[in-house]
């Protein structure tokens, strides 16, 4: 039995998944407090292809801190994403390779216009994870990550502390809705090495 069917299976149902309680109250407290220690090395998104930098505040507000895969206040939460890697390769052969993520925050007011995160002609993001660091985030607090579905219906997904959005990267269209306060997350995608 393993940890993180309902992940496999939807991913294979739909290609997107919802899983609240990924971390606990406590866990999502301890990752929210040390990023924002370390809020002073944020630095606002890029938006383009991977290493273009140019920042346009009217597709992306966000700010962000890239992390490695050895990053102490983070460890917890990548083991358990290293954990969800290795079954979603051991029962789908996705061959994913390694976790590229970064911290980010929306400052109140900010957003990220529907987008793709798969870039034209470079398929190496498989499947994007994306980690919700709200303690106490209602439905009024906006935010919602909006998820552009096959079949022309969208859902909302709201960023509630300790759930983890999944869907499969070069398939889905999404857009951050601006949110009435600050919104943390951490975000990755699960790549496949480069042929
Ligand atoms: O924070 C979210 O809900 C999604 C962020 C996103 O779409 C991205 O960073 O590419
Ligand atoms: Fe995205």
Same mark, same amino acid.
């Given at each position: ?15 997107w ?6 971390l ?12 924002q ?8 998104? @890029?938006? @383009? ?14 700010e962000?801190?890239?992390?490695d ?5 983070a460890?917890? *939460? ?12 051991? *029962? ?27 870039h ?40 509630h502390?300790?759930t ?16 009435q ?12 090495? *480069?042929?």
């Amino acid at each position: 039995m393993s940890g993180f069917d309902c992940v496999v299976n939807a991913l294979v149902e739909t290609g997107w998944c919802v899983l609240p309680g990924f971390l606990t109250p406590a866990e999502v407290a301890a990752l929210v407090a040390s990023s924002q220690a370390r809020r002073g090395d944020f630095a606002r998104a @890029g938006v @383009g292809r991977a290493g273009g930098h140019a920042v346009n505040g009217e597709i992306r507000g966000d700010e962000v801190l890239w992390l490695d895969d050895a990053d102490p206040a983070a460890a917890l *939460a990548l083991a358990r994403l290293d954990a969800l890697r290795g079954e979603l390769n051991a *029962a789908l052969y996705l061959g994913l390779a390694e976790l590229e993520c970064h911290l980010a925050v929306y400052p109140a007011g900010r957003f990220y216009k529907r987008h793709l995160d798969q870039h034209r002609g470079e398929d190496t993001r498989v499947v994007t994870i994306v980690l919700y660091l709200n303690p106490e985030w209602g439905e009024t607090d906006g935010g919602e990550l909006r998820l552009y579905l096959d079949d022309g219906s969208h859902t909302d997904v709201v960023p509630h502390g300790g759930t983890l959005a999944v869907f499969m990267s070069d398939r889905f269209e999404h857009e951050v809705k601006p949110a009435q306060r600050e919104r943390w997350s951490l975000t990755g995608w699960f790549r496949r090495r *480069a042929l």
